[in-house]
């Protein structure tokens, strides 16, 4: 499951670019055609790049919460390391300062990763069961 948002697809035939909904997300990840909001044509995600990249949202999508515990974790140990004596409360602050700066390049950094267009290919219309299907992925989403 992708918990990525800001992702759009372009439509080849209509050439429109709308943000992708999850459930199309989905699809694209379980490799199934979806209709195109604008035109009804049916669209899959192809080339191997695009593909790779869209696989790799799914990481991007961990950042997030590793990020979180990593900076809190830095952020207790400064502190005890400061009530200890190993570190001064100059130290301390620097160090916490440090921690969320780069706390936030790097969310800044994962979110910019995740912002992406993909270009979707039309295939031809699609056939009754696999739109069967797609009603039901649609269903389930809900
Ligand atoms: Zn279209």
């Known amino acids: 499951m992708i918990a990525a948002f800001g992702i759009r697809g372009r439509c080849a035939r209509c050439d429109m670019t709308f943000e992708l909904k999850p459930w199309q997300l989905n ?4 490799d199934e055609p979806f209709e195109c909001v604008y035109c009804q044509s049916g669209l899959q995600l192809r ?3 695009q593909q790779r990249q869209f696989r790799a949202l799914d990481q991007w999508a961990l950042v997030r919460p590793s990020m979180i515990i990593l900076t809190c974790v830095t952020l207790l ?18 160090l916490s300062l440090v921690t969320v700066l780069i706390h936030c390049l790097v969310l800044r950094f ?7 267009t993909l270009d ?4 031809s219309p699609l056939p009754i069961e696999q739109l069967a299907r ?4 649609r269903l389930r989403q809900r």
Do not use: P, T
């Open 27 to 30: 699809a694209i990840a379980i």
């Open 47 to 49: 080339g191997r790049k």
């Open 77 to 94: 140990v400064a502190l005890v390391a400061e009530w200890v004596g190993l570190l001064s409360v100059i130290e301390q602050l620097n």
């Open 110 to 116: 994962a979110r910019h990763r995740q912002r992406m």
């Open 120 to 123: 979707l290919q039309a295939v």
């Open 134 to 137: 797609v009603a039901c992925a």
